[in-house]
Each structure stands twice: as C-alpha cells, then as structure tokens.
C-alpha cells in the first residue's frame, strides 16, 4: 500500500513539475523575446519616420508639379496661336435658279 501511496505521489509531482517547468521556460523565452524588440524599438522607429519622411516629400513634390502644372494651363501660352476664322462661302453645288 505504501509503494501506491508513493507512485501516486510521484506521478503528482512529475505532472506538477512539468507544468511548472513548461510555464518557466514559457516565461524565459517570453522575457527574452520582450528584450529583443525593447532594444530593436529604437531602430524600427528611426525607420517608420523615415518613411514617413520619403512618403511625405513625394506627396509634397507631386502636389508643387500638379500646382505649376495647374497654373501653367491657366495662364495660356505668350502667343496666339489660333488660325484663320473660317468664312462663309456659297457651295458650288447648288445654284440658285437653274
């Protein structure tokens, strides 16, 4: 009775322990992922304003070329460049009188 008594025991403690020991190492390597990304934080920032930089200046040139393009189509050209108004003339295909 007593080797059941301590079989049970031990079968207690090895699924106690494996919990434990699976929640430990859980926690380990949670801790050492969290100091992985607190020290890359920095970096990554540096970066995402970067890009926003680049992403801020295209927006900002597009926008200067669409303005002067604007402007210039408003302003018309220096000189005129329109031909000769078309007149009015008979058609030779129809004669009045005959």
């Not at 992985?36 to 540096?46: D, I, L």
Request: net charge positive; no cysteine.
């Amino acid at each position: 009775m007593e080797q059941a008594v301590i079989a049970a025991l031990l079968l207690v403690g090895l699924v106690i322990g494996a919990g434990v020991g699976a929640a430990y190492a859980r926690a380990q390597r949670g801790w050492k992922d969290y100091q992985t990304v607190r020290t890359s934080v920095p970096g990554a920032r540096r970066n995402a304003w970067a890009a926003i930089r680049a992403v801020a200046v295209k927006a900002a040139v597009i926008a200067l070329l669409l303005v002067g393009a604007a402007a210039y189509a408003a302003s018309g050209s220096d000189e005129e460049r329109a031909g000769p108004a078309p007149t009015a003339t008979p058609s030779p295909s129809h004669r009045p009188g005959r």
